[in-house]
């Protein structure tokens, strides 16, 4: 079974940073694509970006370009989200999720960690 654990969550103010780690256990890590969700209260939940197995290609939320970067070490099966300049819109639970490479659905998702920004 595949386990997914999110850290790195917390409460900073607007522009500040903040780097989510997800450890993943369970199946070869080299062989899983990985990406990251949100949820904000009252909101869908909506994706905010995907990096492939290899982690040579990546895709990012319009709303998150040029602030976030998405990043994975398959050596420590650990994936990434380096968040800058943060904004209060972006205070949501964050889960990250993973799929086998040829799999079309996200298969995979951990509990989620909480993203608080203040103005």
Not at 18 to 25: D, I
Not at 36 to 43: I, N, S, V, Y
Not at 45 to 53: G, L, W
Not at 92 to 110: F, M, N, P, T
Request: aromatic share 10%.
């Amino acid at each position: 079974q595949v386990h997914l654990v999110e850290s790195g969550g917390g409460l900073v103010q607007a522009g500040e940073s903040l780097r989510l780690s997800c450890a993943v256990s369970g199946r070869s890590f080299g062989s899983l694509g990985m990406g990251w969700f949100r949820q904000a209260p009252g909101k869908e939940r909506e994706f905010v970006a995907s990096i492939t197995t290899d982690g040579a290609n990546s895709e990012y939320h319009d709303s998150v370009k040029g602030r976030f970067t998405i990043s994975r070490d398959n050596g420590k099966s650990t994936g990434y989200l380096q968040m800058n300049n943060l904004k209060p819109e972006d205070t949501a639970v964050y889960y990250c999720v993973a799929k086998g490479k040829i799999s079309i659905r996200w298969e995979y998702s951990g509990q989620g960690t909480q993203v608080t920004v203040s103005s």
